[in-house]
């Protein structure tokens, strides 16, 4: 597998509660863990956190990263119109020396 | 300012180089791994290379051995040298910090410079 697998679009209603997938293997999210970034139309992308859960200063706490194995999640809570954006997650790989990111997520709220 | 500034992109032909620049102000430049991430038009993010602090470098697959990625410390600016450039490597192109954490901490980004390769 030469990538991170994301879901290319999850929509959910204005309030509620999404949660953002990306699926590796052993080399990558499943030995480090992922970072999540987001990127609104025209804008270059912004951390939202690393190292599976720390988040820079002034992320909004509605932004939770976690992990089970090869597979890391973005719960975003209390969805916000401007929460709408595109979602990458990222790792390094052990076994290729590279950065891989996710193909990225589109998330829609209603 | 915390900034990264990128500049160099421009239109060029198939087979041709470019050099792409990075400035950066605000931070201390030396103290931290910095990456070019790049983003074709519509599409999501590729990194493209890496370089440590301690100049240790690496770089994508599809651009081992025709891109070159260097720092000058007291300069505090990121450099990404291109040759055999091909239709696929049109892109924006970003500058990007990396935290002292690691982990991909990208916690800084310029704001891209484009690079269009086309006759």
């Known amino acids: 597998q030469a990538g991170l697998t994301q879901p290319p679009s999850v929509s959910k209603d204005l309030r509620q509660t999404a949660t953002l997938t990306c699926t590796g293997n052993s080399n990558n999210v499943g030995r480090q863990g992922v970072a999540w970034l987001q990127q609104h139309q025209g804008h270059p992308p912004k951390l939202l956190s690393y190292r599976n859960n720390d988040r820079p200063s002034g992320v909004s706490e509605r932004f939770a990263a976690s992990r089970s194995g090869d597979t890391a999640s973005l719960t975003i809570t209390g969805l916000q119109p401007e929460d709408e954006a595109d979602y990458y997650c990222?790792?390094?790989?052990?076994?290729?020396?590279?950065?891989?990111f996710g193909g990225g997520t589109k998330l829609t709220v209603l | 300012e915390v900034q990264l500034v990128e500049s160099g992109g421009d239109l060029v032909q198939p087979g041709g180089s470019l050099r792409l620049s990075c400035a950066a102000s605000?931070?201390?430049?030396?103290?931290?791994?910095m990456h070019w991430v790049r983003q074709p038009t519509g599409k999501g993010l590729e990194w493209v290379s890496t370089?440590?602090?301690?100049?240790?470098?690496y770089y994508a697959g599809s651009v081992k051995g025709r891109f070159s990625i260097s720092r000058e410390n007291a300069k505090d600016s990121l450099y990404l040298q291109m040759n055999s450039l091909s239709a696929g490597d049109t892109a924006l192109y970003y500058c990007v910090r990396e935290s002292p954490g690691g982990f991909g901490g990208f916690d800084l980004w310029g704001q891209g410079t484009t690079v269009t390769v086309s006759s």
């Open positions: 370089i440590s602090v301690g100049g240790d470098t």
């Open positions: 990222s790792a390094w790989d052990f076994a290729l020396s590279a950065w891989l």
């Open positions: 605000g931070f201390s430049f030396s103290s931290h791994e």
